[in-house]
């Protein structure tokens, strides 16, 4: 029996000759009116390159919970010092609300539909993707990526020939590294009149497994799975102090059920908390999971939530400090974001997988004593495919010939930069896809199914749906205006600028049919194509056999 992986393309290029053609032909005929695009490739940055890039990736963490974005609750000192001694900025948005997606994407610079990853339980398919640690593998970095990959790879498990691919990563660490580690070195047992996460509880599950309780995990901190990656990271960075390199540290915090240390219990006191309230419009899309939740119950959760924040935040801290403690500090590039957002109980409910802000801005934090401005905040748009650019350029590499993002190295420099106009996100589950500018964001959804992932509303599936925001006039995003005749034009701008977004970079672009109307294509863009499984299914479209 023979095993075939139905790929998208090939590594270096398109399997077909004659749709690579078309692909670049509809490529520079895109690129020539999208706004801010561009097909020249920079050239190597000539100031003093990094050494070293940090990459910390949290879990689900929004830009409302952390200091230096104005939470005055919420206490994260080593993330505000070093957006202290660094840039932060205000408008960078996720490509996905989707942590698989999102990841992947960041580490390719490629939008989700290109990658192949769109849908949560995708497998990676490193045959048609490059990711940030191959490509700076080929300028003899050391690379590693401890904590969580979400590669998927599971799904292809006993499918290998030789082992799990490790897509440019020499060291791998995370939770069977971790659950090894505790066999050798055993947590110190909790005291039984301590509560913890794992103990029973009267609520239901679908509220109890949000943590409204704020309960601690069943271990202390320095048995903790993320200060045992904290420190795992600590320890490459001394191994290869003498070499250049990628350190990818992704933490699971805050990720619900939003848990933290023993140490860390009773940080925050729910009766602080004011939760935010919501719009009428915001009632059609609550999904059944969230209704039943007290308002005690929407308080702890939050509560829960920023202790986990917090818990991060010190191990962010000591990653930190060991760059300084170590001589590393004033050489290395740190990268600090989420892999999306997350709403804590923003439009009525817990979860990231919308296209309002909360859930589609992340936090995003850029330090170096080299190159880089301190204590200075930016507006201007970012996407997160144009990491992986900014870092190449940033470390003095040549660029990644995959990535569709763009590099914003200038911005941070002082030199002359090209404003990017508008950003674009997918979350093809929901057969959904936004673009969004400084004043207007606009979203399109098939509507086909009732939410998906678990978050169905009961209220069965909408249909075409069309959303239009004034963020500057309803910064809450509460009004719909895509039903409003008064704005027929910008929503007719802001579909074009989707569709061609979608075609400078979807992998079967060149396959769109010509007889579509602008929902037609719409519809056509937003499927997910992807190679692997759906939410909760058995892969599909993966594995064909031949006798």
Request: aromatic share 12%; glycine share 8%.
């Amino acid at each position: 029996m023979k095993i075939n992986i139905n790929p998208i393309g090939t590594k270096h290029g398109w399997a077909n000759p004659a749709l690579a053609l078309l692909q670049g032909c509809c490529l520079l005929c895109v690129l020539s009116w999208i706004p801010g695009c561009t097909t020249q490739k920079k050239p190597l940055q000539d100031s003093d390159p990094y050494k070293n890039v940090v990459v910390i990736v949290g879990d689900d963490h929004t830009y409302k919970a952390l200091g230096a974005y104005g939470n005055e609750i919420v206490h994260t000192p080593n993330l505000d010092e070093l957006a202290t001694h660094g840039a932060m900025f205000t408008n960078a948005y996720s490509n996905s609300p989707l942590c698989s997606a999102s990841r992947q994407s960041l580490l390719t610079g490629k939008y989700p539909h290109a990658t192949g990853v769109s849908l949560l339980f995708s497998p990676f398919n490193d045959n048609t993707n490059t990711t940030i640690a191959e490509h700076l593998k080929t300028e003899d970095f050391a690379t590693a990526l401890i904590g969580k990959d979400h590669f998927n790879s599971f799904i292809w498990w006993n499918l290998y020939e030789i082992g799990l691919p490790k897509f440019g990563f020499d060291t791998l660490i995370g939770r069977r590294e971790y659950t090894s580690w505790l066999e050798s070195n055993p947590a110190d047992p909790i005291p039984e009149n301590i509560r913890t996460f794992n103990d029973p509880s009267n609520l239901p599950e679908k509220i109890a497994r949000m943590n409204p309780e704020t309960l601690p995990q069943p271990c202390y901190n320095k048995d903790c799975a993320g200060t045992f990656l904290a420190e795992s990271a600590i320890r490459f960075m001394e191994e290869n102090s003498k070499k250049r390199f990628l350190l990818w540290l992704a933490f699971n915090e805050p990720h619900a059920p939003f848990v933290f240390p023993v140490e860390y219990a009773g940080k925050y006191k729910p009766d602080d908390i004011t939760l935010p309230q919501g719009s009428h419009e915001d009632d059609r899309w609550i999904p059944e999971r969230f209704k039943g939740f007290t308002d005690e119950n929407k308080k702890g959760i939050i509560a829960s939530y920023y202790t986990s924040v917090e818990y991060m935040d010190k191990n962010v801290g000591l990653v930190i400090d060991a760059l300084k403690e170590n001589g590393m500090y004033d050489e290395t590039l740190i990268i600090y974001l989420g892999d999306q957002g997350y709403l804590l109980y923003d439009h009525k409910r817990f979860e990231k997988h919308t296209m309002w802000k909360e859930s589609i801005k992340s936090p995003l934090i850029i330090a170096g004593n080299k190159n880089i401005a301190q204590n200075k905040s930016y507006d201007e748009l970012i996407e997160f495919i144009d990491v992986a650019p900014f870092i190449c350029e940033a470390l003095g590499v040549h660029p990644m010939d995959d990535a569709q993002g763009r590099s914003f190295f200038d911005l941070l420099t002082g030199s002359s930069y090209q404003e990017k106009e508008f950003v674009f996100a997918e979350f093809l589950e929901d057969n959904k896809a936004m673009v969004a500018n400084m004043k207007w964001k606009y979203i399109f959804s098939t509507g086909k199914r009732d939410l998906g992932q678990g978050f169905i509303t009961g209220s069965g599936p909408s249909g075409i749906l069309h959303r239009l925001y004034d963020l500057e006039n309803d910064p809450g995003e509460t009004t719909n205006l895509a039903y409003n005749t008064t704005y027929k034009d910008i929503v007719n701008k802001m579909q074009k600028v989707m569709i061609g977004r979608f075609l400078e970079t979807h992998p079967y672009a060149g396959e769109l049919p010509d007889n579509l109307t602008i929902d037609g294509k719409l519809v056509w863009l937003c499927e997910p194509r992807d190679v692997g499984a759906e939410y909760g299914g058995r892969p599909l479209r993966t594995f064909y056999a031949n006798e």
